[in-house]
């Protein structure tokens, strides 16, 4: 069975610190790893990854896929609370057009 | 660009009636949308891969019948959530990826969140 698996499943830091949110996954036919943040309602695009080792970056978030591990990290430095939200990540297979999200980690930015 | 809009946002309704969620991409074409669901503090789950012009796949364990899905045109889908019951309250979901492009990024709605009394 394909799985998708988030750590932690909540995080409380402060303000300024730096955070890094793990996905681990478990799928035949792996083709590509996203990034999505969710605040209040519908997730939002972060990343895409399909190699390994290739850092993504956009601003203080960046992301790497480890293909041989099976696993990606989103890092985020500098944190402020408008980071917080939970931060989902999905998978795409090559046997079809779906994604499956893992459990997703709830973030929470203290000031 | 790439916005995708669902219809109602929140809808509150009786316990045996039916309840239909449009999403449309407004400004690109998706021959694929999915339909996702989430409950409260949990992620969100595959309910179903919407095609254009022929039948949706579901994912294991949704019922079809249930949740009757149409996608009529290259920038609309619905999902109709038959006779309805309080444990269909959720939050549903759609997601669609821009046929013009090759790339797999999903745009996602804003959500439709339901309440079966």
């Known amino acids: 069975e394909d799985k998708v698996v988030q750590s932690p499943l909540s995080l409380v830091v402060h303000e300024g610190d730096t955070v890094t949110l793990n996905c681990s996954y478990e799928?035949?036919?792996?083709?590509?790893l996203l990034w999505y943040k969710q605040e209040k309602k519908a997730p939002t695009f972060l990343f895409m990854l399909?190699?390994?080792?290739i850092e993504k970056k956009s601003g203080r978030l960046s992301s790497i896929l480890d293909k041989k591990e099976l696993f990606s990290i989103l890092n985020i430095t500098a944190t402020q609370t408008g980071d917080s939200a939970v931060y989902l990540c999905?998978?795409?297979?090559?046997?079809?057009?779906?994604?499956?999200f893992g459990t997703g980690t709830s973030l929470t930015v203290i000031p | 660009g790439a916005v995708v809009s669902q219809h109602p946002s929140r809808v509150i309704c009786k316990s045996g009636t039916s309840v239909k969620i449009e999403c449309r991409s407004l400004?690109?074409?998706?021959?694929?949308m999915f339909w996702y669901r989430q409950f409260p503090k949990q992620s969100l789950m595959l309910m179903a891969t919407?095609?254009?012009?022929?039948?949706?796949?579901?994912e294991q364990g949704v019922e079809k019948d249930k949740f009757l899905i149409n996608h009529a045109s290259l920038t609309l889908s619905t999902l109709t959530v038959t006779s309805a019951h309080p444990e269909d309250s959720s939050f549903y979901i759609c997601?669609?990826?821009?046929?013009?492009?090759?790339?797999?990024?999903?745009?996602f709605g804003p959500g439709t969140r339901l309440l079966v009394l």
């Open positions: 799928v035949t036919n792996f083709r590509s």
């Open positions: 400004d690109f074409q998706a021959t694929t």
């Open positions: 399909t190699s390994s080792g």
């Open positions: 919407s095609n254009e012009g022929s039948k949706a796949t579901y």
């Open positions: 997601s669609a990826r821009d046929s013009g492009r090759d790339e797999e990024t999903q745009y």
């Open positions: 999905a998978v795409g297979l090559n046997t079809g057009n779906q994604f499956y």
